[in-house]
């Protein structure tokens, strides 16, 4: 037997319980996978993202699901096939609107965002949602 043990990739799971999670916690979890939300924004379906990562489309299947065993490598070949940072594939569910506005923002040149967020900072006070005093006294 050699003095030196081989080197092996040892799969970890996610370990739902170091951070206090209990069940619906981790279905919640689950359900704020933002795969499928990118994926469908660009016009893929899961075969077509599966061959830009090199993956196998049960693969991304089990990642959008949120899955336990899919691994980091995974996750970033996914994002790096997205053209996405990673953290984006764990963001909240987005509506498509949503993704296609900030697929719209991150196009923009620097001095562009600036403007576009000042732009929507003024269009929301122009026209944000009455609170309840404000319709029932009309100020």
């Known amino acids: 037997m050699s003095a030196l043990m081989p080197i092996v990739n040892i799969h970890v799971k996610h370990d739902y319980s170091q951070g206090g999670l209990d069940a619906a916690q981790c279905l919640a979890h689950n359900r704020n996978m933002n795969i499928e939300n990118l994926r469908r924004l660009r016009g893929l379906n899961q075969t077509d993202l599966a061959e830009m990562a090199q993956l196998s489309q049960p693969a991304i299947s089990r990642a959008e699901k949120g899955d336990d065993g899919v691994t980091l490598r995974n996750y970033r070949k996914i994002s790096a096939a997205l053209n996405v940072p990673l953290s984006d594939l764990f963001q909240e569910n987005r509506t498509?609107?949503?993704?296609e506005l900030l697929e719209m923002?991150?196009?923009?040149?620097?001095?562009?965002?600036?403007?576009?967020?000042?732009?929507?900072?003024?269009?929301?006070?122009?026209?944000?949602?009455?609170?309840?005093?404000?319709?029932?006294?009309?100020?």
């Open 96 to 99: 498509r609107s949503e993704n």
């Open 105 to 139: 923002y991150r196009q923009l040149p620097a001095e562009r965002q600036g403007l576009w967020l000042e732009m929507s900072r003024t269009f929301a006070k122009d026209h944000s949602v009455p609170n309840a005093e404000t319709r029932r006294t009309g100020r």
